[in-house]
Every structure is written in C-alpha cells, then in structure tokens.
C-alpha cells in the first residue's frame, strides 16, 4: 500500500516536530517536507507534491485562511487544519471548512499535551487523503426558500461529519422561515458548536441555536447538538422535545448520530425523516435503519457529492438509505417530503 504522503506546516519547530513525530509512528504515512510559513510551503507542494497539508491557521507572512484560499483556488488539496480551541479559533477553524479545509484538529498547547492532543491526527489526515475536494467558486446549487412553504409537523433528523460543514450549510440554506422542525448532529469540539450554530442561523431563514435540555420541537426551528459533554436526543409523544443526555462516547462520538436517529425513530416514527450525510466511519447508520424501520423516509449524500462517503456509504450498504442525492439536490428532497399535502 502506497503511504500518504504529508507536508507538515506550522511555524513553530517544537510543533512540527511533534506532528511530525506523531504522523510518523503510522506506517501508512510518510511526512515528505516541513513548512514554517505559506512561503515556504507553496515551495513545498510544488517539489513534493504532496497528498495531504496539515495547516496552521496562525502565521507569520500570511495567515493560513489566506494561504488556504489560495490553495483551493489554484491548486485544491486535501488540507486538516489545526486550530486553537477558542472563541477566535473556533471561528477561523470554521472558516477554514467552509474554504474547502477536509478536516480540523485541536493544535495541543505544548509538547505535555501532544500525544493525548493529537491523537486522532493521524486516522484524519488517512481520511483527508481520499477526501473529494472542490476549487473555491463552485458551490452545490441551492433554490429559494419558498415564502408560501407549509410543514406537515413531520421531524427532521440529520447526521454528519468529515466535510459536514459545507454539507449542513448548503441543505440549511435552502429552508424557509417556517422549516420543518430539525435536529442535527454533527461531530465538532464543544467550543465549534456555539460558532456554528450562529453561522448556520446567518445561512438561513428558519431559527438556528444549540440545542437546550427541553427545547420544543417546532416548525421554523433548528436545533444543533453541542458538542462534547451530552448526545441529543428527542423525548415526548404528542409535544416533542430535545434532550441531553450525559453518556459514553457511541462509535467514538459524543454526541453520536446513532444516538439521534434511533431516538427519533422510537418517537416520531413514520413522521420523520432522517437524512445522512458525508463523514468517516458508520456513526448513523444504525440508527437510520432504525428510522426506516420505523417508516421513516431515510436520504443519503452521494458519494460523488460527499467529501468522505464514508457514513452515507455504510448506511446505503446496510439497507438505511431510500435514496441516494446530490448534495444541491437534499435540502428541497426534504422539504417536498415534508410539505402540507405532499
């Protein structure tokens, strides 16, 4: 098997060093070059042509959001960046995945934290390898809310990961002010979710929030699972609510979407729709089968659509996806299966 190959910047040594000697305790990984600034690093990929760039978002000569954007419109690459975990952080991380970033990884505070810190990093950047990644300027088309939209009360429930970002902001951005009620879960740190809760909610029309223990289940809203501590659920018969519930990581995620979708299919049933869409590993899919199960009308990101077919893929093969989509296209499938009359 031939190994991924890694361009490494960041401009602190002690930080290369660390990520360097982290990627290459994989044996499927070769870290080809190290880059201290984008100058340096456009060199880089030039000579090495490498398969994947891990990224600083905070440099010197330019800062990584610039240096990504350039990459993406001149030369579109598998890129995980590596953030900060704070406020400002979280929103340039953000930022960065909606410039076309595969993935993002919390950046430890120093060598003590590294291995603990980057513990996943490597599994990322092996998943970054096979990413789809688009040029900046070709976004999934998306229509206009409808004004004269009406809901039929159904519950929409949808899961993402790896490129979910993208995903969510484009099926989200198609939805009127009084959407289906929705739930999301998709896997992010704890101090992303606030940030993309209100990015959502900028994208559309319908109102957009981190869930809350107890938040009602209504037409025009939608509501986020925070990341980290609890999985989100929907509890009730008639009235139904959110609920946060402090538990073991499911699949290796906290909050799971397995978790939401075989909720929602205990609950509401046949009045619900579960949707799918990118991310590595089969988090969701179970649960999706539970929803269609259940009768639940089930949707799934295609794989030429998806970042990493990598959950959609899964729960197309175990029988929980009725049909497959384009990404452009799931946002108005939605609606259409829950519009008044449909």
Not at 165 to 194: D, G, R, Y
Not at 310 to 329: H, I, N
Request: hydrophobic share 45%; proline share 7%; charged share 20%.
């Amino acid at each position: 098997m031939t190994p991924v190959r890694v361009l490494v910047v960041d401009d602190s040594a002690t930080m290369r060093g660390l990520i360097g000697a982290t990627l290459r305790r994989d044996p499927e990984i070769e870290v080809v070059g190290f880059a201290a600034d984008p100058h340096e690093a456009r060199a880089a990929i030039k000579a090495l042509n490498p398969d994947v760039i891990t990224l600083d978002i905070e440099m010197p000569n330019m800062n990584g959001l610039e240096f990504l954007e350039k990459i993406m419109r001149l030369r579109p690459m598998p890129v995980v960046m590596l953030s900060t975990l704070t406020l400002a952080g979280a929103d340039a991380t953000l930022r960065a995945l909606e410039l076309g970033a595969v993935d993002c990884i919390a950046k430890p505070a120093g060598p003590a934290q590294g291995a603990d810190a980057l513990g996943e990093l490597a599994m990322r950047v092996k998943a970054a390898a096979s990413a789809r990644v688009r040029p900046i300027g070709q976004p999934a088309p998306t229509q206009p809310p409808s004004q004269s939209y009406r809901t039929n009360g159904d519950v929409v429930a949808i899961g993402s990961s790896t490129g979910g970002v993208e995903a969510l902001l484009t099926v989200i951005s198609s939805f009127p002010k009084n959407c289906p009620p929705t739930v999301i879960t998709q896997h992010m740190p704890s101090t992303f979710t606030p940030s993309f809760a209100a990015r959502l909610d900028r994208c559309t029309e319908a109102n957009v929030a981190e869930a809350r223990d107890g938040a009602l289940l209504e037409p025009g809203h939608i509501w986020l699972a925070p990341g980290g501590a609890t999985h989100l659920e929907v509890t009730g018969s008639s009235t139904l609510r959110c609920r946060l519930r402090p538990s073991d990581l499911v699949n290796g995620h906290r909050p799971s979407v397995d978790v939401l979708f075989a909720s929602v299919a205990a609950t509401a049933g046949s009045r619900s729709v579960g949707v799918i869409l990118t991310g590595m590993g089969k988090d969701g899919a179970a649960g999706l089968r539970q929803m269609r199960d259940a009768g639940a009308r089930t949707l799934g990101q295609d794989a030429d659509s998806s970042v990493v077919y990598g959950m959609p893929r899964v729960a197309w093969e175990v029988g929980a996806v009725e049909r497959q989509l384009s990404l452009g296209r799931i946002g108005d499938a939605v609606l259409d299966l829950c519009r008044a009359g449909g």
